[in-house]
């Protein structure tokens, strides 16, 4: 009998820890997906019928974590073209107090990523590099505070959540495999304002206490004009370029959501 008790209590107290040990495993199990193009999926070429021009995408680094993870509920509202104006007019609004995972990439079409790119492409060195150093100040004197008013509001709609801020990749390998389309010159400027992005919104995150993945070692070596691109160059939709492809998402972006909210 005594030994009988001895094993119930184990057995108890073995239940007991798996009890305990649940909330941990389910502490991602409310997943929201915020976010622009970069996390929607744009570029993957591959979409959901009911996401419209938003382009969010199955092969998306969110709808890839939510494949592998199962979490109880996953939201995907990240939406092509979106600045921080949309995320808190559109997005916001899919947080709750039981959100325990958010993910969100935000920033580049504020500082006018989509001019830039067709600046470079249509016009001079001298017109892209200007173009560039328009973006760059925008980014460090005006974005600042539209992050901050973008986090703050996460924080109070998903008071309890792990909040991860994903970055973006500098586009070009420079010099690189590349013997035709854009200059060094033109590569390189636009390289200098991925970093410059990461500077501003690394520090807004940080001040919030958000996690932030920096993604651009991740993409060195898989850049355009590298040898093995995750990126793509000028595509057919048009709104395709310049954004990650499916290995971009899958090997790209979805190890830097792994490695901290797996």
Partial sequence: MRSFRILASAALAAFAALVTAVPAEAAAANYVALGDSYSSGTGTGSYYSDSGSCKRSPYAY???????HAPASFQFVACSGARTGDVLANQVG?????????TISIGGNDAGFS????????????ACVSRVEQAKTYATTT????LD???????TRAPSAQVVVLGYPR?????????VGLSNTKRSAINSAADTLHTVISGRASAKSFT????????TGHEICSS??????????????YHPNRNGQRLGYLPQLDAVAS
């Fill in 228 to 241: 093995d691109w995750w990126l793509n160059s000028l595509s057919w939709p048009v709104e395709e370029s």
């Fill in 212 to 219: 932030y993945r920096d993604v651009r070692g991740a993409f």
């Fill in 94 to 102: 899919a947080l709750s107090a039981s959100t325990s995972l958010v």
């Fill in 143 to 146: 974005l600042p505070g539209l």
């Fill in 115 to 126: 001019d830039v790119i067709t600046t470079c492409t249509l016009s001079s060195d001298s």
């Fill in 149 to 155: 008013n973008v986090y703050a509001q996460i924080r």
């Fill in 62 to 68: 969110p709808a890839l974590w939510a494949a592998a």
């Fill in 171 to 179: 586009l070009y390998q420079v010099p690189g495999s590349c013997s």
